[in-house]
């Protein structure tokens, strides 16, 4: 028995995105797809930024529609790609013939849909460029870096790209831009306690108590290590080891820094994380510019949490600071 | 009787989601342990749409898999919807005009669907996917149409072809989808993929022999 | 074992203040009491908005300090008061002559520690008047009001205080206005899984699998009942059923919906209760004026959720729109 | 002895520290039955806290109550830092001018600390909080002086009332403090405040026990 709550567990991303709708009205709106989701006012002439993929990661994918981020995003049902169809849709909403930015994460099924998304949009007209998010360390070696996961770094790609659009950037200088942020940022993943599909009746995976999992993935996929729990201090380190050499990360980088949760692991543990997360990337004479702390991707009800950092330059500054206003991303 | 009507083929389809209804925790639990646990769970839904929307009718064998193909690829998504989606559809688009199916048009039928699939994925035999299961069953298939085989012994072997595909994945190591980050991690568990599509092969392969044998 | 990031239990409170000073640098910073943080740029000659609560609520206390909300907060342990000396301190910290209001929720122990933070503050000099938040319908019946505890409705009342500060209301204004907030205010929780103190090393209550307890506390005080677990629709239907008739609400009644995650419910799953808690208040006639939905006011790793409903009257309904800029709560 | 030194007794706070330590996690399970769980927590770290703080060095008794309660009051908050802090410090001023300390004395000092917590709670005996153990505690004390009982024995038999005081809150429903909302549901669970308060109020008398034996 799942302590959820829920009705149909069949009905639970139609009814979610219901309840999304009438919250949010004033950030976003319907469209004739009801698996996309579009900003409200969408600003003239720019080019348009999409995403898309599984539920269960909220506020991702649609609590990052809005002001200065995704102009419109497809959902998926729980952990599992949106259709290209969807897709396409997402890009029709938002397309205003200065091409449309599709930025997601890279998951074999969103991979398949974006790119029939794709060839279905060029019969109509409409120009897709896509960049794949693929900050995950943990999930293949450097060498095969086209392998890896995107994770909470999306959120610095929309961010990156969004802005970027709202500036009037045309659609290659705002690819360029999101492919900039991607290839600058990096992350890592811990979990101490895993996720139960709303469907299935039963966890999806097994973390022992007094053992977390290095280096798993959002849908709760095998990290590269599983080992006894940590204290915050050296689950920092041992995060910290993973994400810095592999970019890496130099003295004197200005850098941004996003630990999110995973979805059940209370806030307060995260600001404890990044306490130490702080500490030491300072000793590394690393400058931190901006820090995210909070449940910004998650999985459904898992412990743990991400860290993501992303070098910046004088560009990806100017863009990171430009305001926004969404569900899961407000700035000024 | 060595063909079989397509307006028949109805049953096939029924065979086919009532099978993969049958396994929906067995496959989310074997997509849970390597993968994210959603398999079981979306093939149900799929399915189970098909069923709810079309069922109520009769069709034939490439019309059902054409419509399956189809809410596959445009309701379901994840992987499962591009892929067989792509295998449904283009299996239908090489028999829609078949009034009988034989042996060697079946082959031709799962060919297509098989080389649709080649087009949109990376994976190849060996990668740990569905792969697995479905390129032996083809070689078997193809194999008894040269030996000149009976239909219904073929449909048999087929059978035992994608079971002892699906198995094979097992000592493999994952390379393309999800479970590919694991590396030697992913050896020893099935790959849930090759069996949602052994089991539907199965029961294409039950459900063929069913009408072969009304006759 | 518990699944927890952290160092030293006992530290956890210090380390997370450090790292919420940390990460938002742009709103908030410290005081000289390490149990105090104050807004940052604080607008000159208004009225000095302070609360304080125990810990383990993020983003309630310290999560509301900021534009047109709280200006100082005093900051307990995991599940407890505040000293008064922290209140104190909090008081002092953004008294700018103009009086300062507490507004703070229905617990033993706040009210003696505010109760002697007000007896020292005459003594320096300062006045403080304070508002007590309590609007958890489920905790006592409605003749013994003043014993109901201050649940989610404290963020309204934040929200409608600050508001009412910013806009240059005197000391009897603000804390008129804060008072009609909470008197307009019910709530109720539903529990479906329990927390775990940090330093204890067991979950603190238990919910059986398949159960849940209808109008817990948001630190798992006990409710009125404990039932088997039911549809979203169901549990919309038993929350309304206790919230509506309380105040009661009734027809055309222009009113704010706030449903809060107590931690690790899915805020999938706050969308679909919210979807469910909409259509049965539509059915009743009463006009949904805004609605907030997310983890707002939360009880560690808890399951479960809260409604809170506030009727608005013209001048409610000004401040409400107001914006607001706080870690927990922004708005334009 | 009918009297002991108050510049002895820093022992009695020793014995106070040590048993709110050893109750911590018997305390707080109390609190989770029908509190929030953190009163063996909060205590704990209140009273471990002067220890490290103060234990180092002697003190009197009342200078050890006062601060013990300031600290209570000033650092740890809760709803214990202003009860005990009340109670430790009311006891600590109308002690601390003493250099010996009489039963007659002893029950003086309690009854200061009791009053001032009467000043700051409406929770009277009866209601399932640690008055329930206080009151009883200090009547048995002004008994004992009226009947000129000896100190020692006025010991005793005010541990022996300050447990039976907390054994009574079983059957009591709560009207104050977190537990109040649970009405019928708060019987038949000891009232955690009341515990650590016959705990801290046993610790008191052996050790001035303890004192009286030395000499
Ligand atoms: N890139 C790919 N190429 C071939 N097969 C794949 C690929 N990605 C996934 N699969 C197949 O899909 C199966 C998983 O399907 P499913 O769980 O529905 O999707 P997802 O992995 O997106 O959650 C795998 O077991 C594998 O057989
Ligand atoms: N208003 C009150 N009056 C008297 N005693 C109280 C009151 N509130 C709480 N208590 C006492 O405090 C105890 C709980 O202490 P603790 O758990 O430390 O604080 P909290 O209830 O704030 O979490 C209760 O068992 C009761 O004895
Ligand atoms: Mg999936
Ligand atoms: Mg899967
Ligand atoms: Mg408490
Ligand atoms: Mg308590």
Same mark, same amino acid.
């Given at each position: 028995m799942v302590q959820r709550i829920l009705n149909d567990p069949d009905n639970i991303v139609d009814e979610m995105i219901s309840g999304f709708l009438k919250t949010h009205k004033d950030i976003v709106e319907a469209t004739e797809n009801n698996r996309v989701i579009k900003a409200k006012n969408i600003p003239k002439d720019k080019v348009g930024i999409i995403t898309g993929g599984g539920s269960g990661h909220k506020p991702a994918f649609i609590g990052y529609v809005g002001k200065n981020m995704c102009d419109a995003v497809a959902v998926g049902e729980v952990f599992s790609s949106p259709t290209a169809m969807a897709f396409l849709d997402a890009a029709k909403a938002v397309d205003q013939k200065k091409g449309v930015a599709c930025l997601y994460g890279n998951y074999s099924g969103d991979n398949m849909n974006v790119k029939m998304a794709i060839k279905m949009a060029i019969k109509q007209g409409i120009t897709i460029k896509s960049v794949i998010a693929n900050d995950d360390v943990a999930s293949a070696p450097k060498n095969q870096r086209e392998k890896r996961r995107g994770v909470a770094g999306e959120i610095l790609m929309w961010k990156i790209g969004g802005a970027k659009a709202a500036q009037g950037g045309n659609l290659d200088e705002v690819i360029a831009a999101a492919q900039k942020a991607i290839d600058s940022t990096r992350s890592v993943g811990i979990g101490l306690s895993p996720c139960t599909l709303p469907a299935a009746g039963h966890p999806n995976f097994e973390i022992k108590p007094g053992m977390m999992e290095m280096g798993i993935g959002h849908h709760g996929e095998p990290g590269m290590e599983i080992c006894s729990l940590k204290t915050a201090k050296e689950i920092a380190e041992k995060m910290i080891n993973i994400v810095i050499p592999d970019y890496p990360f130099k003295e004197q980088d200005e850098v941004v820094v996003l630990v999110s949760g995973?979805?059940?692991?209370?806030?307060m543990e995260l600001y404890v994380l990044y306490n130490e997360i702080e500490k030491l990337i300072k000793t590394k004479n690393i400058i931190i510019y901006k820090a995210y702390v909070g449940n910004y991707f998650t999985s459904l009800e898992m412990k743990g949490a991400t860290l993501t950092i992303m070098k910046l330059d004088q560009e990806l500054k100017k863009l990171i600071d430009m305001p926004a206003y969404t569900m899961g991303l407000k700035q000024k | 009787m060595n063909v079989f009507e397509n307006k028949k083929g109805k049953i096939i389809l029924l065979k086919m989601v009532k099978t993969i209804q049958e396994n929906k925790v067995y496959l989310g639990d074997l997509d849970g342990l390597i993968g994210d646990g959603d398999h079981g769970m979306n093939m149900n839904k799929g399915f189970s749409l098909f069923e709810k929307r079309y069922c109520k009718n009769d069709f034939s064998f490439t019309d059902g898999l054409k419509n399956l193909g189809m809410l596959l690829m445009n309701e379901i998504g994840g992987s499962m919807g591009p892929i067989y989606g792509t295998v449904f559809i283009g299996m239908a688009e090489a028999g829609e005009n078949l009034e009988t199916i034989s042996l060697e048009d079946f082959s031709k039928i799962l060919e297509a669907g098989y080389n649709g699939l080649m087009e949109i994925v990376?994976? %190849?035999?060996?990668?740990?996917?569905l792969v697995d299961t479905l390129f032996p069953t083809l070689k078997s298939l193809k194999t008894d149409v040269v030996l000149g085989v009976d239909f219904v012994v073929a449909l048999d072997k087929m059978k035992a072809a994608a079971k002892q595909g699906s198995e094979s994945t097992k000592d493999m190591v994952a %390379?393309?989808?999800?479970?590919? %980050?694991l590396g030697e991690r992913s050896r020893g568990v099935l790959d849930t993929g090759s069996v949602s599509c052994y089991l539907i092969l199965a029961a294409m392969a039950d459900g063929i022999k069913e009408i072969l044998k009304e006759l």
């Open positions: 995973l979805g059940a692991t209370p806030v | 990376e994976a %190849r035999a060996g990668d740990k996917t %390379r393309y989808g999800r479970s590919s %980050r």
